[in-house]
Nanobody
Framework: QVQLVESGGGSVQAGGSLRLSCALS????????MGWFRQAPGKEREGVAA???????NYADSVKGRFTLSRDGAKNTLYLQMNSLKPEDTGMYYC????????????????????WGQGTQVTVSS
């Protein structure tokens, strides 16, 4: 049973940084495409950043240059480093995974993913 556990959320002021972690258990990380999604109150879920099994990365335009994905294969963990945070980055952040390759144009499409974590809250105050 694959499980995803997110951590690292919190409250920061605008301009601050946070690093989110997503630990995958129940299988080997290497075979999974993984991504981060977020949902603000009253808004639809949106893709933030994702990584395919072949290392291809995709970022939402709103976070390019501020957010960075990285991973630690030994820990089966995907990280999202978030810098220069803005109030509009506020939301619940979810980690998602799919065992296999996702086509690039669907990397930020939540419907392409099978497994989801419980989420971690990020709040950015102005």
């Amino acid at each position: 049973q694959v499980q995803l556990v997110e951590s690292g959320g919190g409250s920061v002021q605008a301009g601050g940084s946070l690093r989110l972690s997503c630990a995958l258990s129940g299988d080997t990380y290497a075979g999974y495409s993984m991504g981060w999604f977020r949902q603000a109150p009253g808004k639809e879920r949106e893709g933030v950043a994702a990584r395919r099994t072949d290392g291809n990365l995709n970022y939402a335009d709103s976070v390019k240059g501020r957010f960075t994905l990285s991973r630690d294969g030994a820990k089966n963990t995907l990280y999202l480093q978030m810098n220069s945070l803005k109030p509009e980055d506020t939301g619940m952040y979810y980690c998602a995974a799919y065992r296999g390759l996702i086509v690039s144009w669907r990397l930020l499409d939540g419907s392409a993913y099978r497994y989801w974590g419980q989420g971690t809250q990020v709040t950015v105050s102005s």
